[in-house]
């Protein structure tokens, strides 16, 4: 059922889930729109993409920056509008080796990524899909969205800020031909998630990530969440009472 899109463009390709999407999804008759900063990166990722037989359009973009990250989403458009986006690119921070807390600046660079870049990449397309009557977006939000973990305090509020966006655009986008996704990962190996502190059960690859992403996306799933112990299991911390779910944390070693 993927092969339906043709033109698909991926935020986070120089990362590791990105990258193993846009690997999974780079055959002939494609074309990838690929972000990155990090160049040796986006064009090794690239050059694997194009081996595979897909057409590829690199970006070295700083979505920080949204006068930017717009201009380069007018201009891709201006071709033809992609008809699957996939909003990947995300850091985190935590609380630090001794629990200090997190810095603001580090917190602003987080919410500026996580938050207002994804929204902003989101809105402009979902506009231009709606006027196009199709297209599909894919938000990467995260477990740690359920309940708020208290190692990852702002990295916690940006991916509940993404999945409540996802969840909303896609009832405002029913009926239009626009599907949305958002995306919940537990642990997948990747420099983000090394230096994550807390344990990290059930770490998958990120290939195995990206197949089952693609698997959802194809079916435009509202929600694909895994891995499945994980993922009932920070759903539980979202429906107990609160002070139960700290409780919780605090067993399993996640502070709080
Ligand atoms: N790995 C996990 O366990 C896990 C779990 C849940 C959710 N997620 C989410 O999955 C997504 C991908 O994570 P990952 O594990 O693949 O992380 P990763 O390997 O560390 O990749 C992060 C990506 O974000 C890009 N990026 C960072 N800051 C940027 C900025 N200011 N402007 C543009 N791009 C920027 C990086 O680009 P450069 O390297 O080129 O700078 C890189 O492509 C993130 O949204 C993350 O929150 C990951």
Not at 72 to 91: N, Y
Not at 201 to 221: H, K, T, Y
């Amino acid at each position: 059922m993927s092969n339906r899109f043709t033109r698909i463009l991926i935020t986070g390709a120089t990362g590791a889930i990105g990258g193993a999407l846009a690997c999974h999804y780079a055959r002939p008759g494609r074309t990838l729109l690929l972000q990155g900063r990090n160049a040796e990166q986006l064009e090794a990722v690239a050059q694997r993409c194009r081996e595979a037989g897909a057409e590829v359009l690199s970006e070295r973009l700083d979505l920080c920056d949204t006068e930017a990250l717009l201009a380069w989403l007018e201009r891709v458009c201006s071709d033809a509008v992609p008809d699957l986006a996939i909003a990947c690119a995300g850091m985190n921070i935590n609380t630090g080796p001794q629990q200090a807390g997190e810095s603001w600046r580090e917190m602003e660079a987080l919410l500026a990524l996580n938050i207002r870049a994804t929204l902003a990449l989101t809105n402009d397309l979902a506009q231009r899909m709606r006027a196009r009557g199709q297209g599909q977006l894919v938000l990467i939000s995260s477990l740690a969205g359920y309940y708020g973990l208290p190692v990852t305090p702002s990295y916690s509020a940006s991916k509940a800020a993404v999945k409540a966006y996802g969840e909303a655009i896609r009832g405002w986008l029913a009926g239009q031909g626009v599907g949305v996704t958002v995306v919940m990962p537990g642990y997948v190996a990747s420099p983000m998630c090394h230096e994550m502190p807390g344990p990290k059960p059930f770490l998958w690859q990120p290939e195995r990530a990206a197949r089952v992403i693609a698997r959802g996306v194809a079916r435009n799933r509202a929600r694909i969440s895994f891995p499945f112990p994980l993922n009932f299991g920070c759903w539980w911390l979202a429906v107990l009472p609160a002070a139960l779910s700290q409780r919780i944390l605090r067993w399993l070693d996640y502070g709080g």
